[in-house]
């Protein structure tokens, strides 16, 4: 398995690739790579010929003050999962190879104000740009994106649909820890008593989603349960709780599927997300 540094070397290894009539699937990470981006790659193993894994730390989804430099990075341990997943080649860019002065950006009403967009205005723009370009690099076939960032998946699809990309565009489920919360690579950040607070976030969905399945239909009250569980725990501050049809994001009273409930919680100084799906 090779890194790769120049989009004319990934089109060069795709094009033969597809010469040979195989297909390509492609997972997008921003690296320092866990067990939840280690199943998108095997299942992208599974479902492809050959798979690229792009592993750049995008800086235009990044807000002022927001973690860009601090991120963490490690392309070495990237690499050595990559190759045990079963990954073909792994594309590693620089700033400078992505982007030259680029001028064009992919912009979306609507579905990226809501939720995360709240307050990170310009995320998705940044990555609505950045994963359009590994589109066009790559033409994979299939693209896998991990349901914890359930906004981004709907984002992207919708993205696909309005803009004619022939990519199949796969949903995978959210990888947990033993103790329920959700692999990310921000949890790097997290102090022993943050990271035992974070556990809030999971514990609080469970409390929603078991309304749900007891047959409560209002919403405000299913949030209010999920928020004052969060609550409980002095370390976190919540951005935003909020449960919406999953294909539009727009907000529901009742409960209606297929819907997204979705979080953003702040411990300490780390944000955190989580979300459960109901189809």
Not at 8 to 17: I, Y
Not at 199 to 211: A, F, V, Y
Request: with cysteine.
């Amino acid at each position: 398995m090779q890194i790769v540094k120049t989009i004319d070397e990934v089109r060069k290894t795709v094009k033969a690739w597809k010469k040979e009539g195989l297909t390509v699937g492609l997972v997008p990470t921003m690296g320092y790579l866990h067990e939840g981006h280690k199943s998108l790659i095997e299942r992208a193993v599974k479902e492809n010929d050959r798979v690229v894994v792009s592993d750049f730390v995008n800086p235009t989804q990044f807000g002022p003050n927001e973690d860009f430099e601090s991120y963490p990075r490690d392309i070495n341990a990237d690499a050595k999962l990559c190759e045990s997943a079963g990954a073909s080649i792994i594309f590693n860019p620089e700033a400078d190879e992505m982007y030259d002065n680029a001028l064009t950006f992919v912009d979306m009403n609507k579905i990226t104000k809501v939720l995360c967009g709240k307050t990170r205005p310009i995320h998705f723009s940044g990555v609505c740009t950045v994963v359009s370009k590994l589109f066009n690099i790559v033409q994979p076939d299939r693209a896998y994106f991990g349901q914890k960032d359930a906004q981004q998946l709907c984002v992207i699809k919708k993205m696909v649909k309005d803009l004619n990309f022939d990519i199949e565009i796969v949903g995978c489920p959210i990888i947990r820890e033993n103790d329920g919360l959700a692999k990310s690579s921000r949890n790097t950040y997290l102090n022993t008593d943050e990271r035992k607070a974070a556990l809030c976030l999971s514990r609080s969905l469970e409390i929603g989603k078991k309304m749900i399945e007891d047959g409560e239909t209002d919403v405000k009250t299913i949030i209010s349960a999920i928020k004052a569980e969060i609550e409980k725990e002095p370390l976190a501050k919540i951005d935003y709780v909020e449960m919406v049809d999953f294909n539009q994001l727009e907000t529901l009273e009742k409960v209606q599927k297929p819907l997204l409930c979705a979080m953003a919680v702040y411990i300490g100084k780390t944000r955190l997300i989580d979300n459960f799906i109901m189809e």
